[in-house]
């Protein structure tokens, strides 16, 4: 029996040899590959800016004296000032600390996924490359569609 042929390795989870993609404990043969693509995974921004937006209406509220003092003990305005602050930085750090992922998205005859997925361009770069060097080391498939995901 003829040893596959290591094409790429990370020296940890991932392996490409000239037969099959190895990701952790699940093995992809080529063959089962239909479609290969670098995928980028971009983060849902909506909450960070809802947060940032009832941030700033409770800020504003506070500071122009918009809620009347009968609604509660104290001074209500400035709790509103301080949680409206609160929300905002909340909101700005959610906003600014999501990052775009990165994925070797793959089509097998079970459907579509994401075999591996990291925050670096490159690492996943590599893999994908490593498999389309993979194919061309294989058994003289037909090559494989690509694609890129076109984003929101």
Do not use: C, H
């Amino acid at each position: 029996m003829a040893t596959d042929r290591v094409i790429y390795t990370d020296g940890r989870d991932v392996t490409v040899t000239d037969s099959a993609l190895k990701v952790r404990n699940t093995s992809y043969k080529l063959s089962g590959i239909t479609k290969l693509s670098f995928w980028t995974i971009r983060p849902d921004r909506a909450p960070a800016i809802i947060l940032m937006v009832l941030g700033l209406a409770a800020a504003v509220a506070g500071f122009m004296g918009a809620i009347p003092s009968q609604v509660a003990e104290g001074n209500p305005n400035a709790l509103a000032l301080l949680v409206g602050i609160g929300l905002f930085i909340v909101g700005l750090l959610i906003l600014v600390l999501a990052r775009e992922r990165y994925a070797v998205r793959i089509a097998t005859a079970e459907g579509e996924k994401n075999a591996v997925v990291s925050r670096k361009r490159e690492y996943i770069a590599q893999i994908v490359d490593a498999v389309y060097s993979a194919f061309d080391f294989g058994t003289g498939q037909s090559p494989i569609q690509t694609t890129q995901n076109p984003g929101p």
